[in-house]
């Protein structure tokens, strides 16, 4: 639900707004994968790109690391990533 709303609000121009909810969307689907992987819970978006959690991330992690890294970096890429990601999965 929270990348559907980064989706669309990216779609209306809120790029603020989108970060926080892909970002929000990267931290549970994070969760997820150490669960599927039996790793440490991360606590923070930062940790989703530094191993071990780096491993769920496939061709998204790039796009991740450039809005964690940036917060005015445009999200529309790790918000398309994160949507092929889980779709794929």
Do not use: F, M, Y
Request: charged share 20%; proline share 4%.
């Amino acid at each position: 639900r929270r990348l559907k709303a980064a989706r669309a609000l990216l779609g209306v121009e809120l790029a603020d707004e989108a970060r926080a909810a892909a970002l929000d969307a990267a931290l549970l689907w994070g969760k997820i994968a150490a669960i599927r992987n039996r790793l440490p819970h991360p606590e923070s978006t930062d940790q989703l790109v530094v191993a071990p959690w780096n491993i769920a991330w496939n061709g998204a992690g790039a796009a991740l690391q450039k809005i964690i890294a940036d917060p005015s970096h445009h999200c529309g890429e790790a918000i398309e990533r994160l949507h092929d990601l889980t779709a794929a999965g």
